[in-house]
């Protein structure tokens, strides 16, 4: 008779731990306080973007293209693979290449840009009226597009047909094609043989 008591009382025990056990963690997360739960940052996520920003007059200032693009709550923007194209009197002048892109929003306006940083083996190309190249390399660049300018602290190298030159640091206002480099400048100039 103890034999089939104690057969008995363990699966009784057992099922009683069993459903002790259930009411417990269902008492644990019933009272888990709301900031340790997971909040999302992002509030959009595109592939294959291609966005066309225009100037006052109507004039095209840039294209976005990126492979992928997510947007943050903070109305930051983060692409991968971003290509931008800067446009000057409806002519496509700079194009700029990344591994990765983020947009930084203006404190002015909703819909405003005050920064777009690049970072990741980034090159900007520049044609020129007579269809000369001139290519920028870098790590990382910044672009202004409302004062259209280039910025970078970063070592960076410019190479053209009659022009290689490294420096840290660069600056480039895109209106006036004016270079300016920071420190450690070192270059070479060639000239076109007759």
Known sequence: MKQKTG????????????????????????????????????????????????????????????????????????????????????????????ETGRILPSSETNDGIAQIDFSGNVEVYEMDNFGNRTQISTDNLSIDPTNETLVTDDYVSIRSESLEQSAIGLHVDLNENIYTFEQDVRGRFTTERN
């Open 7 to 98: 057969i008995i009382i363990i699966p009784g025990i057992v099922a009683i731990l069993l459903f002790s056990g259930i009411e417990m963690v269902g008492v644990v997360s019933k009272n888990e306080p709301e900031s340790s739960l997971i909040t999302l940052d992002y509030d959009g996520y595109s592939e294959g973007i291609n966005t066309i920003r225009f100037r006052e007059d109507g004039t095209v200032a840039y294209t976005l293209r990126a492979e992928r693009q997510l947007s943050y709550t903070s109305r930051e923007t983060e692409l991968h693979r971003p290509y931008v194209q800067v446009y000057q009197e409806g002519e496509s002048y700079w194009n700029i290449v990344a």
